[in-house]
Antibody, heavy 116, light 107 residues
Framework: QLQLQESGPGLVKPSETLSLTCTVS?????????WDWIRQPPGKGLEWIGS???????YYNPSLKSRLTISIDTSTNHFSLSLTSVTAADTAVYYC?????????WGQGTLVTVSS | DIQMTQSPSSLSASVGDRVTITCRAS??????LAWYQQKPGKAPKLLLY???KLESGVPSRFSGGRSGTDCTLAISSLQPEDFASYYC?????????FGQGTKLEIK
């Protein structure tokens, strides 16, 4: 069955770029779903980051848009997040998720800490 | 952005109790609302979508309703595994937004 797995550095320095990858296994990323990133600061609620379709159409949260890039590689079945100029406020558990309107499938999440 | 105001932020209840959580949207979302359950250290799990449709495999003690811009999640006869945090989410328009969450604790 389809599974999602986030990967990337757990520690990023302030002002640097946070880069994460979500690998889709057990099925194809080239399907009529959207592939999203969502984050959750420690002890806080959930924030939608952005979304990409298999054809590469993107939708970004306006609060992050100037720093955000989401990309997809259908040949290797993964999609990626890049967030530039990070600060401590970007410290969170980052989830990738599959969306068909709502989120029926999530990765396990990965904690990214922004600290020098 | 559509603001989702969820209440209460925390709730204490006993096994067997019935509880209700409310989510109010700042504008009409035409029933485009989902509910998730999250346990510590785990990803959220979809419970209901389209306000009241139960996700496959979710026990029937979970139900959803709507009155205008207010949506509710009800859990009848709480089980020990139901003590967790719950979030609503609107998918009517971007940016998709979540409620602040309700932490359901054992009394």
């Amino acid at each position: 069955q389809l599974q999602l797995q986030e990967s990337g550095p757990g520690l990023v320095k302030p002002s640097e770029t946070l880069s994460l990858t979500c690998t889709v296994s057990g099925g194809s990323i080239s399907s009529n779903y959207y592939w999203d990133w969502i984050r959750q600061p420690p002890g806080k609620g959930l924030e939608w980051i952005g979304s990409i379709s298999y054809s590469g159409s993107t939708y970004y949260n306006p609060s992050l848009k100037s720093r955000l890039t989401i990309s997809i590689d259908t040949s290797t079945n993964h999609f990626s997040l890049s967030l530039t100029s990070v600060t401590a406020a970007d410290t969170a558990v980052y989830y990738c998720a599959r969306r068909w309107l709502y989120y029926g499938l999530w990765g396990q999440g990965t904690l990214v800490t922004v600290s020098s | 952005d559509i603001q989702m105001t969820q209440s209460p932020s925390s709730l204490s209840a006993s096994v067997g109790d019935r509880v209700t959580i409310t989510c109010r949207a700042s504008q009409d979302i035409s029933g485009s609302l989902a509910w998730y359950q999250q346990k510590p250290g785990k990803a959220p799990k979809l419970l209901l979508y389209a306000t009241s449709k139960l996700e496959s495999g979710v026990p029937s003690r979970f139900s959803g309703g709507r009155s205008g811009t207010d949506c509710t999640l009800a859990i009848s006869s709480l089980q020990p595994e139901d003590f967790a945090s719950y979030y609503c989410q609107q998918y009517y328009t971007t940016p998709y937004t979540f409620g602040q969450g309700t932490k359901l604790e054992i009394k």
